[in-house]
């Protein structure tokens, strides 16, 4: 997946190289582009201040979310895939509820561009990164924490989740010699990426 000064957002196949999809919407340069935990959405920020939600089989926009005074500098799902941090150029992280599209919550503090953000891997806190030279870390209210992954049914889910965040779509992250037998709810995209780094079913 790529994102463009052009304004689009590109899907590939790693294999062949071919163009999959072409996701249009944004009115200037893409700053940043991240797959949800699941690999069923994709999230973007942008130049035009916005941050939007699509759908990675179909290349539907599902969502503008828009709040940010200036560039959207960087965008990151949380590990649960309920909720989108983004950061801007405006100084502050905002929170979002994938579901409705409604911002959640703003974080101020920091007094320069915000470079970077992830989440820990329960989703209860944040660490950001900016160009006023800080690192920070925010702890979120327990309403936003959706998922339990203590709970068994959420078990194979939560192993999913955990190695896709560690860098599959976009560090390149080897799982050479990796067995995924009895995986469930992987979706076409995320058993290719599997495959393509070495790992089997």
Same mark, same amino acid.
């Given at each position: 997946?790529?994102?463009?000064?052009?304004?689009?957002?590109?899907?590939?196949?790693?294999?062949?190289? #071919?163009?999959?999809?072409?996701? #249009?919407?944004?009115?200037?340069?893409?700053?940043?582009?991240?797959?949800?935990?699941?690999? =069923?959405?994709?999230?973007?920020?942008?130049?035009?201040?916005?941050?939007?939600?699509?759908?990675?089989?179909?290349?539907? /926009?599902? /969502?503008?979310?828009?709040?940010?005074? =200036?560039?959207?500098?960087?965008?990151?799902?949380?590990?649960g895939g309920s909720i989108i941090a983004s950061g801007s150029? !405006?100084?502050?992280?905002?929170l979002w509820d994938v579901a409705s599209g409604k911002q959640?919550?703003?974080? #101020?503090?920091? $007094?320069?561009?915000?470079?970077?953000? #992830?989440?820990? =891997?329960?989703?209860?806190?944040?660490?950001?990164?900016?160009?006023?030279?800080?690192?920070?870390?925010?702890?979120?209210?327990?309403?936003?924490? *959706?998922?339990?992954? $203590? !709970?068994?049914?959420? $078990?194979?889910?939560?192993?999913?989740?955990?190695?896709?965040? =560690?860098?599959?779509?976009?560090?390149?992250?080897?799982? *050479?010699?990796?067995?995924?037998?009895?995986?469930?709810?992987?979706?076409?995209?995320?058993?290719?990426?599997?495959?393509?780094?070495?790992?089997?079913?």
């Amino acid at each position: 997946m790529s994102g463009s000064n052009d304004k689009t957002i590109r899907l590939w196949n790693a294999l062949t190289g #071919e163009m999959l999809q072409i996701l #249009e919407g944004h009115k200037h340069h893409i700053s940043s582009v991240q797959f949800s935990p699941d690999g =069923s959405k994709i999230v973007s920020g942008s130049w035009d201040k916005t941050v939007r939600l699509w759908d990675t089989l179909s290349g539907k /926009q599902l /969502q503008v979310l828009e709040g940010h005074t =200036s560039i959207t500098s960087f965008v990151q799902f949380s590990p649960g895939g309920s909720i989108i941090a983004s950061g801007s150029y !405006d100084n502050t992280i905002r929170l979002w509820d994938v579901a409705s599209g409604k911002q959640l919550q703003k974080l #101020e503090g920091h $007094s320069d561009t915000i470079t970077s953000i #992830e989440f820990s =891997s329960d989703g209860f806190k944040i660490v950001s990164a900016s160009n006023d030279k800080t690192i920070r870390l925010w702890k979120l209210p327990s309403q936003y924490h *959706k998922i339990n992954f $203590s !709970d068994p049914e959420n $078990s194979n889910l939560c192993l999913w989740k955990c190695v896709w965040q =560690s860098g599959v779509p976009y560090c390149g992250l080897s799982m *050479k010699r990796s067995i995924w037998k009895g995986a469930k709810g992987l979706i076409s995209p995320q058993i290719l990426l599997v495959e393509q780094r070495g790992g089997t079913f």
